[in-house]
């Protein structure tokens, strides 16, 4: 079964608005992750952020946690055409699981020039 | 380096014909993942690695097989090929303890008619 679901599935925006994604979860974490899937590729790491942590920034990316609420948002501020991708969030329990990631099904992130 | 590299990227099986999927990393990684994604789907585990000699299933591990030949090495094995097996398949790997993200390969394609 999948960990996360993630919402929406699918964000339609124009260049320069902000976009937003959510991902919420089932059991305790020990991090969760955001990554990206342009067409037909593999998926890349965008960010990570632990479960002691609230927020992180990298770029353009802010992801929050709220491990209260077992929710995570992606906001990609100024967006570009070049961000039209799959975002997919991932949990990892840490401890003895090895790293295993527990996938939410994905936005699809299109962004209109 | 090449990061994380899958052979073949496509193949079309008939029902009830092997296959292995070959999976190699030059990251010098010690854990490995077998991944399989479906349509509007997010990521799903068969198979991981969490150091050189061990395997152990993950959460979708009927219908497959997996050896570990080294620590760059990572096969999947169909030994059956089932038309529910059609799906694309992605190699990861993760770097050392404390090292959380995943590096993926560019996927398999299969199609099992």
């Known amino acids: 079964s999948q960990q996360g679901e993630e919402d929406p599935q699918a964000l339609s925006i124009q260049e320069g608005e902000n976009a937003t994604m959510n991902c919420s979860y089932k059991t305790s974490i020990n991090n969760l992750q955001w990554y990206r899937q342009n067409s037909g590729r593999g998926l890349v790491h965008l960010i990570l952020i632990r479960s002691n942590e609230r927020e992180k920034h990298s770029g353009r990316l802010r992801v929050t946690l709220d491990t209260s609420k077992k929710s995570s948002s992606l906001l990609i501020t100024a967006s570009r055409a070049a961000d039209t991708a799959s975002y997919f969030c991932a949990t990892d329990a840490g401890g003895t699981s090895y790293g295993k990631l527990t996938f939410g099904q994905g936005t699809i992130l299109t962004v209109h020039p | 380096n090449a990061g994380v590299t899958q052979t073949p990227k496509f193949q079309v099986l008939k029902t009830g014909q092997s296959m292995t999927l070959q999976c190699a990393q030059d990251m010098n990684h010690n854990s490995m993942y077998w991944y399989r994604q479906d349509p509007g789907m997010g990521l799903r585990l068969i198979y991981y690695s969490a150091s050189e000699g061990t395997t152990d299933k993950g959460e979708v591990p009927n219908g497959y097989n997996v050896s570990r030949l080294n620590k760059r090495e990572f096969s999947l094995r169909l030994e059956s090929a089932a038309p529910s097996q059609t799906s694309v398949y992605f190699c990861?790997?993760?770097?050392?303890?404390?090292?959380?993200?995943?590096?993926f390969g560019p996927g398999t394609r299969l199609t099992v008619t």
């Open positions: 990861a790997s993760r770097g050392q303890v404390g090292s959380y993200e995943q590096y």
